[in-house]
T-cell receptor
Framework: DTAVSQTPKYLVTQMGNDKSIKCEQNLGHDTMYWYKQDSKKFLKIMFSYNNKELIINETVPNRFSPKSPDKAHLNLHINSLELGDSAVYFC?????????????FGPGTRLTVL | DAKTTQPTSMDCAEGRAANLPCNHSTISGNEYVYWYRQIHSQGPQYIIHGLKNNETNEMASLIITEDRKSSTLILPHATLRDTAVYYCIGNSGGSNYKLTFGKGTLLTVNP
């Protein structure tokens, strides 16, 4: 059973297009995240949702719009894709209120913008 | 979150213990030390965490100095599958539960 799953695994698209990445977790967690890992391998947080409410927004361009239809899902929609958006995007989840911050990560979505 | 400093890379022979150091001299009293690792092309994986006391689980041991300014992650019997980037993170949890990843240490386990 996959704990945190992402679709698609690979995404190749042209500049200017709009695309979405989906994330689902079956761990019963209430907090989900999106991270971006660029070509230099730096892993940076983008957004976090707790019970469908946005709690972290790390000055990400407003072309990126996360949406959480329920606690188990956090999707990322990107408008007007740019070359610099090429990266691996990881979804993660945790249970807020637990005594420690163990985050479970998905396998990643490799986005390539041509 | 506390700033952490780790060596860029380390090598270890298969079957030997791998000792990965981390400096976190600015860590505050309520910040835990977390260790995650990222095997090539995979998502990061939680390993262990600690506050003051040494900790051990099925994956590794964590030794935290008494002054809490540094710690060491120990993989007791490294295997080739332990080759990965290891991240040491200081985090207080709290309301945002945000992890700030640094550059980490690339551990290469050699046969």
């Amino acid at each position: 059973d996959t704990a945190v799953s992402q679709t698609p695994k690979y995404l190749v698209t042209q500049m200017g297009n709009d695309k979405s990445i989906k994330c689902e977790q079956n761990l019963g967690h209430d907090t989900m995240y999106w991270y971006k890992q660029d070509s230099k391998k730096f892993l940076k947080i983008m957004f976090s949702y707790n019970n469908k409410e946005l709690i972290i927004n790390e000055t990400v361009p407003n072309r990126f719009s996360p949406k959480s239809p329920d606690k188990a899902h956090l999707n990322l929609h990107i408008n007007s894709l740019e070359l610099g958006d090429s990266a691996v995007y990881f979804c993660a989840s945790t249970r807020r209120g637990s005594s420690y911050n163990e985050q479970f990560f998905g396998p990643g979505t490799r986005l390539t913008v041509l | 979150d506390a700033k952490t400093t780790q060596p860029t890379s380390m090598d270890c022979a298969e079957g030997r213990a791998a000792n990965l150091p981390c400096n976190h001299s600015t860590i505050s009293g309520n910040e835990y030390v977390y260790w995650y690792r990222q095997i090539h092309s995979q998502g990061p994986q939680y390993i262990i965490h600690g506050l003051k006391n040494n900790e051990t689980n099925e994956m590794a041991s964590l030794i935290i100095t008494e002054d809490r300014k540094s710690s060491t992650l120990i993989l007791p019997h490294a295997t080739l599958r332990d080759t990965a980037v290891y991240y040491c993170i200081g985090n207080s949890g709290g309301s945002n539960y945000k992890l700030t990843f640094g550059k980490g240490t690339l551990l290469t386990v050699n046969p």
